[in-house]
């Protein structure tokens, strides 16, 4: 994996930021434990979208970050996480935290 950019470990760290003050679950959450509570999974896989949006990173550099085996896993994850925003009236649980999210992380960057 090449070295993390400065700013792209800035970008990663108020995306963390962000997602523990709208869900207020522990970071250690997405990029080091894999638990399988409901919650937890939406929450890193809006991370992994975001992870993908918000930087540089490949899609392996965000599979090695959130320990997972291979980069297919982050394409199917921004995949289900694109859904979710189309079909907002279908997910709307997922869909506030990904709106509160994104709000956030756009007022600390304003």
């Known amino acids: 994996m090449r070295q993390e950019s400065k700013i792209d470990r800035e ?5 963390l930021e962000c997602l523990e ?3 207020g679950i522990p970071r250690e959450y997405w990029e080091q434990k894999r638990t399988k509570k409901k919650e937890e999974v939406i ?8 992870l993908c949006e918000l ?4 899609r392996q550099e965000i599979a090695d970050i959130c320990r997972l085996k291979y980069h297919t896993s982050v394409i199917r994850t921004h995949r289900i996480v694109d859904v979710w925003k189309k079909q907002k009236e279908n997910y709307p649980y997922q869909n506030l935290i990904i709106t ?3 709000e956030k992380y756009e007022q600390r960057n304003s």
């Open 43 to 50: 929450v890193r896989q809006i991370y992994i979208y975001m």
């Open 55 to 58: 930087t540089e990173k490949t």
């Open 100 to 102: 509160k999210a994104f």
């Open 11 to 15: 970008i990663r760290e108020t995306i």
């Open 21 to 23: 003050d709208v869900v």
